[in-house]
């Protein structure tokens, strides 16, 4: 198996850097905004690496064993995807000594870290940009970027620059990757920082690499470094072609997410959800199926408070979904506490760490699903199978199944109570005499080989069975 292992058993946290937590030890920045102040697009709040190490114990408290990082190299933008020098922490999150550091922590608790690696595109501030901007068609840099005509009109606002860059933006400019120049410092820096204790690469926007060869020798740059790395793409669609060997081991599963959130706005049925994910189990192979990203929120997205109208027990059910499905779940910060906010920039907000602004009720629920993920290993590595679905009730039961563990995975999308019905699945010889819902602990007694019980509105549940022996 080339995928590695630990990642169907991660629970990951995304950080990002600028405004998860602000070190009251480190080197205090000038001008930057009020930690909790409005986010803006330029303004920096001051979260840095520190930060994270001195909140450390809330990350363990919560359950996670995987952070995915957003970018950390030197960079002029907040969100650090306008990288400067890629061999370098930026100075306002810190030093390598604190990446170290973080590291070690982190290591010393079985958490895995990977980093965001963005080589489509650079800053403006990258050096061969800036020998380029310097010196022209006469730069020793010129074939590093695609050039349309000199000189380059990188400041013009409102026009388009006369070179290749990301969307267009005179802020991004491409890196020309036929360039063998280009090619062997990206692998130069892919190996560097897995050397330095990184545990995988989270890639940005790698389908505008679109180049096999390329990213075959990326991957077995990276696997060379450390055959257990994870190498996470970022490709939104559902494509297989991305998932291999020779490319990456696993997605953000942005159509998950989607699939859930057409479920809970009524934009689908359930037959239609039931279809999105028999698409989604069967297109992969197995190991990369279970090494999928189950990101229900992101930088990139609007906060699923705010995607589902305010509504936490959308919120719960989201993330449920998740919990349940091959794949490794994902929080984004502060999503667990109830952290709101819109589109790019407001759903980058910092977070707030005074209790008393917390979603506790969230938060139970949120640690709640992790410690089931982490107690039962068929919901980590079991088989997916549908059991039931109805359409006109809109509730919907699949199995996740290994050795002699099955547990089910009920959702309630409806906004009224519902009494739902299932046959006990179990693989067990044992015949069950009642389930166990491990959400709310009840007990439901079997009948017949099934169960009879109800659900509240835009509830989930794992379901379990229990055997004499257990009573």
Request: proline share 6%; hydrophobic share 40%.
């Amino acid at each position: 198996m080339r995928t590695p292992s630990w990642v169907q058993d991660a629970i990951f946290y995304q950080i990002f850097p600028d405004r998860f937590a602000k070190s009251q030890h480190a080197p205090k920045l000038a001008n930057t905004q009020p930690w909790g102040s409005t986010p803006t697009y330029n303004g920096f709040m001051g979260g840095d690496l520190r930060g994270i190490i001195e909140h450390f114990d809330y990350l363990l408290d919560l359950g996670i064993n995987a952070i995915y990082l957003n970018p950390i190299f030197q960079s002029s933008a907040n969100h650090r995807y306008h990288t400067v020098d890629y061999y370098m922490v930026d100075h306002r999150l810190g030093t390598m000594e604190d990446f170290y550091t973080l590291l070690d922590v982190a290591h010393a608790n079985h958490v895995k870290i990977i980093i965001d690696g963005v080589f489509n595109h650079c800053g403006r501030g990258f050096f061969p940009f800036n020998d380029l901007l310097e010196n022209g068609k006469e730069s020793a840099f010129a074939d590093w970027f695609i050039v349309k005509n000199f000189p380059l009109n990188a400041y013009a606002e409102g026009q388009t620059p006369n070179y290749e860059a990301w969307w267009n933006m005179p802020d991004l400019p491409k890196l020309n990757t036929d360039n063998p120049e280009v090619r062997a410092f990206i692998m130069d820096v892919a190996r560097f920082w897995i050397d330095q204790g990184a545990d995988g690469w989270r890639l940005d926007v790698p389908g505008e690499i679109d180049d096999d060869d390329f990213w075959r020798e990326f991957c077995d740059t990276v696997k060379t470094a450390n055959p257990d790395a994870y190498i996470l793409g970022e490709i939104w669609e559902v494509a297989p072609k991305w998932v291999d060997e020779n490319h990456f081991d696993g997605l953000m599963n942005y159509p998950l997410r989607a699939a859930m959130l057409d479920l809970l706005r009524y934009d689908t049925d359930v037959n239609g959800f039931a279809e999105r994910l028999n698409e989604l189990t069967t297109v992969y192979e197995r190991e990369n199926q279970f090494a999928m990203y189950l990101s229900m929120g992101s930088h990139d997205r609007k906060r699923a408070l705010f995607a589902l109208d305010g509504n936490k027990d959308k919120v719960k059910l989201l993330h449920f979904l998740a919990f349940a499905f091959p794949g490794a779940p994902a929080i984004y910060y502060g999503d667990e506490i109830g952290l709101d906010g819109g589109k790019d920039p407001l759903n980058r907000a910092a977070f707030p760490w005074d209790k008393k602004q917390w979603d506790l009720d969230t938060l139970v629920y949120f640690k709640r699903l992790i410690s089931i993920r982490k107690a039962f290993p068929s919901l980590r590595r079991g088989d997916y199978k549908e059991l039931i679905q109805n359409n006109d009730l809109r509730y919907f039961a699949f199995t996740r199944q290994k050795g002699d563990e099955t547990i089910t995975a009920v959702l309630n999308a409806n906004n009224s109570y519902q009494q739902i019905t299932l046959p006990v699945v179990t693989s067990s010889p044992l015949t069950p005499i009642a389930v166990k819902n491990l959400i709310t602990d009840e007990i439901y007694n079997v009948e017949e080989n099934a169960v009879t019980f109800r659900m509240k509105p835009w509830t989930g549940a794992f379901l379990l069975p229990i055997f004499a022996r257990e009573i």
